[in-house]
C-alpha cells in the first residue's frame, strides 16, 4: 500500500479557504507535541484508526431519523454495518481518534504517554472532508471520534466540538455521529457536544474502582460517573423538552453507551454483569460493551503479554447481556455469590434452564411471551412470531421449526398441544448430554471450550442488532 | 378433478394480473376452490393430465386493482410483505402470493402474513424474507463511485429485484446528488438528478470502459482501503466469521476487496 499519497488540493478545507487554513495550522501549531504538519492524511488516517481499533463500539444504532431533504445523511434506528474486518467486526462508523496525543498513562492503553508510538493528530477539516466523502459513497454510516488526552480533558473535548459544529453546519452532515466523552471535561462543554452528536460514551475502563485505581492512575472512578449522571439527565430533559416544543434540539438522541475491559484484572463475570445491571437501571444506558483484553503493553501490573485473550468469555458475558436487555432476565437468575462465574460449555440460558427444570416443560400454544423467551432454542423472533401464529390456530411441531425454533435444543423444553416431540427425560444429566452432542454454534470454530487457544471473535451482537429490529 | 395453471409474466404487474385473471376464471367457469388454480410465471416443462394451461397478457390496470384492493382491505403491512415476495427469484412466488392473498381476503384478516402455520403464507413469508435479507445487504455493501462531473455511480448484482426498494433509501439520504445505481442482472437504472424525484430506466446500454473517474476518486478508494485494514485486531482475525456476515458474492462491486 502507498502511504506516500500526495495531498490533492481539494482535499484540504474548501470552505472558506484562507481563513480556515491559518486556523486548521494554528490549532495543530498550539498542540504541537510530538505530531509532525508533514505527515499525509494517509498516514494519519493510518495512525489514527489504528489507534482506535481497540473501542469496540462500533454501533450506528438507537436512532430513526429521515433525511431533511436538503442535507446529506439519514439515520436508520437498527444501524447499518457497511463492511466486516478481518477480525470479523462490523465496520459501520469511521472510528478513528482526533489525536493520539495523550497526557495520561493508562497501563493498558496503546497510546499511553510512556510508549514511544507514531503520534499524529487530525485538523477538524480533514476530519469533515473524510466524513463526508466515505458517507456519500456509501463507506460509512457516520462518525465515531474519539481521542488521546491533549494537555487536558476540556481542551481535548473542545477540539472535538469544534470538529462536531463544523461538520454539523459548515459541511451539514446529517448522518450518524458517536463521541466519546472524557471524564474531567467542564460540564458545559459536554452539554454543548450533546446537541450535535448522537451517541455519547464515557468508558469505564474497568468494573471496579480498585481496577482501575491499578491500572488507569490518572482517571478516578467518581470523574467518569459524573459525565455519565450528565447525560443521562440531559437526556431526560431534552425529551421532556421535545415533548412540549417539537423543534426544540435533541440532547444524545441516540442515548449513552459504555464499554469495560474484560481479563485484565481479576473480578468475577457476577462482578461484571451486576455493575452493567446497574448502569442499565440506574444511568438508563443504552449498550454496554465488553471487551477481551488484548496484551499490546509489557506491564508489571497487567497479566502477561502472551495471555491468550479471553474470547469465549467475552462472548458469554454478551450473551447474558442480551439476557438482560432482551430477555427479560436479572442478574440475580443466572449467577450469585457461591455460583459466580458462566459456564463455559454452555450458553447462559441453556445453563438457567438445565438449573430450573421444574418450570418446564412449557406448553407453546399457551405459554406467555416472558416464558417462551426463556425456553432454549426460542430467540425473540421465534418467539414474537409464535405469539402472532398461534392467535388464529393452534402450533404444532411441524410449523415450530418453520417459524425458525431451533427444535434440537428446544424438544426438552416444550409440548405442543400437550405433548413433546419425542419421548425423552426430563432429567439435568441426560439433557445436558444431549446438547453437548449438538454443538454451541460458536462465533469462533473448532476447540471453542478451551478459550485458551482461540484467537478468533465473535460480533454477533452487532449484528443482532443489524437484522432485528429489537430498538 | 381438473386444474387450471395461469401462466404470467414475473414481474410485480405480471402475477398481479394473474391474481385478478385467476378470480375471472374461476368465476367464469364456476370452479369450486381456488385450489384447483395454480399460478406459473414459467411455461411447465412437463404438462400434466386434466389440466388446463393459459397464458395470462399483462395488463397494469388490472393489477392496479388488485394492489389496491389488497392495500385497502389487507392494509399496508401486508402489501409490503406481499410486494417485497413477488419481487424474490423463487419461481413459486406467484402461486405461494395468489393463494396468501386469497387466504387473507376471504378471512379477511390483515395480519395474514402472520399465518405461518399455512403453508402458502409460510412460502410467501420465506419469499419475502429472502428480498428483504438482499435489501438489507445492499444498502450495506452497495459501493458509489465518484465520475468526473461529480455523479454517484454504483453497480449492483441482484438476485432478487429490489432496485425499487433501495433507490428510497438512498434518495432520503443523499438528497442532493447526482446517482445511478445499475443492476447487471437486469439491467435497469435506477437514476436520481438532484433534489428531483427518483425512476427506473430500462434498454439502455452501459459501457463501464468508458466511465471517466473524478480525480480524488482513487485516493479516497485507497484511504478506505487503508482504514479497513488497519481497523481489524491480528490478535481476532477470523476469516470464517468475516465470510458469513458478508458473503463472498457481494465482494467484486465493493471498492476494499478489489
Known sequence: ?????????????????????TESEQILTNIGLHTTRTQSIMEKLAILSDAAKYDVACTSSGIDRKGNGRDMGNCV??????????????????????????????????NRKSNDVPRATFTPDEICELTINFYKRNYIEGLFLSSGVIHNPSYTMELLYQTLYKLRNEY??????????????????????????????????????????????????????????QIQNGIAQGKQELALYRNAPSFVPAGQSTQIIIGATPES???????????????????????????????????????????????????ADWLLRFYQFRIEELLNERHQNFNVLLDPKCDWALQHLDQFPVEINRADYKTLLRVPGIGVKSAQRICKARKSGALNFDNLKKIGVVLKRALYFITCNGKMMYKTKLEEDYITRNLLAEREKLPFDKDGMTYKQLSLFDDTHENAEQYSNLY | ????????????????????????????????????????????????LFTHYESIQTDAKKAEKVSNTIERQLG????????????????????????????????????????????CVQRTFQCARASDNELCHLKQFLRFLELQNGMLYAKINAKHHVLPYLMPHFADRLPADNFVIYDENTQIFGLHASYQKWYLMQGVDLDEERLVYSELENEYQ?????????????????????????????????????
Not at chain 1, 188 to 209: H, K
Not at chain 2, 7 to 36: D, F, P, Q
Open chain 2, 1 to 48: 378433478m381438473e386444474e387450471y395453471v395461469l401462466i404470467c409474466e414475473g414481474s410485480t404487474e405480471g402475477i398481479l394480473t394473474g391474481v385478478y385473471e385467476a378470480y375471472l376464471l374461476k368465476k367464469r367457469m364456476g370452479i369450486e376452490s381456488h385450489n384447483c388454480i395454480h399460478l406459473a410465471i414459467k411455461e411447465p416443462e412437463m404438462q400434466r
Open chain 1, 269 to 319: 463475570d457476577y462482578q461484571i454483569m451486576s455493575v452493567a445491571e446497574g448502569l442499565y437501571d440506574k444511568f438508563g444506558l443504552k449498550r454496554v460493551f465488553y471487551s477481551a483484553y488484548v496484551g499490546i503493553n509489557e506491564d508489571q501490573a497487567l497479566p502477561s503479554i502472551h495471555t491468550a485473550s479471553p474470547l469465549l468469555r467475552e462472548h458469554r458475558l454478551y450473551q
Open chain 1, 172 to 229: 451539514h452532515f446529517h448522518g450518524y455521529v458517536h463521541v466519546k466523552g472524557i471524564p474531567g471535561t467542564d460540564p458545559m462543554l459536554i452539554q454543548q457536544i450533546g446537541y450535535l452528536t448522537d451517541r455519547m460514551s464515557v468508558n469505564l475502563e474497568l468494573p471496579t474502582a480498585e481496577g482501575l485505581e491499578k491500572l488507569a492512575p490518572n482517571k478516578h472512578r467518581k470523574a467518569i460517573l459524573t459525565p455519565m449522571r
Open chain 1, 1 to 21: 500500500m502507498n502511504d506516500k499519497i500526495q495531498l490533492h488540493p481539494t482535499l484540504k478545507p474548501t470552505v472558506a479557504e484562507g481563513e480556515q487554513n
Open chain 2, 222 to 258: 485507497d484511504l478506505f482501503r487503508r482504514f479497513c485494514e488497519s481497523v481489524a485486531i491480528e490478535a481476532r482475525v477470523n476469516p470464517a466469521l468475516q465470510r458469513s456476515m458478508l458473503p463472498m458474492r457481494f465482494r467484486p462491486n465493493m471498492t476494499e476487496f478489489q
Open chain 1, 77 to 110: 434506528a437498527a444501524g447499518i454495518c457497511h463492511s466486516f474486518s478481518a477480525d470479523g467486526r462490523c465496520i459501520s462508523l469511521l472510528k478513528i481518534l482526533m489525536s493520539n496525543e495523550c497526557v495520561y498513562d493508562c497501563k493498558y492503553c496503546i
Open chain 2, 76 to 119: 399496508k403491512e401486508t402489501w409490503y410483505r406481499i410486494s417485497m415476495a413477488m419481487v424474490s427469484c423463487y419461481e413459486d412466488r406467484a402461486d405461494a402470493v395468489y393463494h396468501t392473498i386469497v387466504l387473507g381476503l376471504q378471512l379477511r384478516d390483515n395480519k395474514i402474513t402472520d399465518r405461518l402455520q399455512e403453508d
